[in-house]
């Protein structure tokens, strides 16, 4: 059981690439979001899915996009990237009753120049 | 709508010490409250949860809270710091038990001097 995992660990961009982030949970998950973490503003959440097929905004969403094929995979997609998305991205996932606490998973580091 | 406040984006102790970390939260609705930490270079841990079971809640690692409605706050401490605690913690509510689409605080790293 490998939780919720995250690939590439590290990434540098530049301006206009685009790039998917990879997020995967083995937990049978149902709920599956996206955040990012930048220095003294916590951790912001940028989409979220309820489902597979199921997908919305949240608090940042303007530049991400997502989509959820299967239960347990929920990419996150950068389509040109820009210096403010420059972040620690975060992939977190949640089950529903006994087992509803969200985890998280380890991060991705993203520099766009 | 929901918020949280971290008050101290820095706190200082010393092994033994008592570690009190500050949290306030804003909410329209009935709030589920969370404490996560993050050690370096590593995703979000959960500390732990206030579900309205009970007001003080006790986590992992020795840390408890304690939940006040007419304070709105949900203050984490601990009664003595160990090295092994230095890192960001971080205050969380949500509509939800499980945490789904928080609202994180700002967080607080704590150092603890030997």
């Known amino acids: 059981n490998a939780g919720v995992t995250q690939t590439p660990k590290f990434q540098v961009l530049k301006t206009g690439q685009s790039m998917t982030l990879q997020c995967a949970q083995d937990?049978?998950?149902?709920?599956m979001s996206w955040y990012r973490q930048d220095p003294g503003m916590g951790l912001r959440l940028i989409h979220y899915?309820?489902?597979?097929?199921?997908?919305d905004q949240g608090e940042v969403p303007n530049g991400y996009n997502v989509s959820r094929s299967t239960t347990e995979d929920f990419p996150l997609r950068l389509l040109s990237a820009a210096p403010s998305q420059t972040s620690v991205y975060f992939c977190?996932?949640?089950?529903?009753?006994?087992?509803?606490?969200?985890?998280f998973g380890p991060g991705t580091r993203l520099t766009v120049l | 709508a929901q918020s949280v406040t971290q008050l101290g984006s820095h706190v200082s102790v010393s092994e033994g010490a008592l570690v009190l970390l500050r949290c306030n939260y804003s909410?329209?609705?009935?709030?589920?409250l969370f404490w996560y930490v993050q050690y370096p270079n590593q995703g979000l841990q959960l500390l732990l949860k206030?579900?309205?079971?009970?007001?003080l809640v006790k986590g992992i690692n020795g840390f408890e809270a304690e939940f006040k409605k007419s304070e709105t706050s949900f203050h984490l401490t601990k009664p003595s710091a160990h090295m092994s605690d230095a890192a960001e913690y971080f205050c969380?509510?949500?509509?939800?038990?499980?945490?789904?689409?928080?609202?994180f605080g700002a967080g607080t790293r704590l150092f603890v001097k030997a």
């Open positions: 977190a996932s949640r089950g529903t009753g006994a087992t509803d606490t969200q985890y």
């Open positions: 937990m049978n998950h149902e709920y």
């Open positions: 206030y579900t309205s079971a009970a007001t």
């Open positions: 909410s329209s609705v009935p709030p589920y």
């Open positions: 899915s309820v489902g597979a097929g199921i997908t």
């Open positions: 969380a509510v949500s509509k939800n038990t499980g945490g789904f689409k928080t609202i």
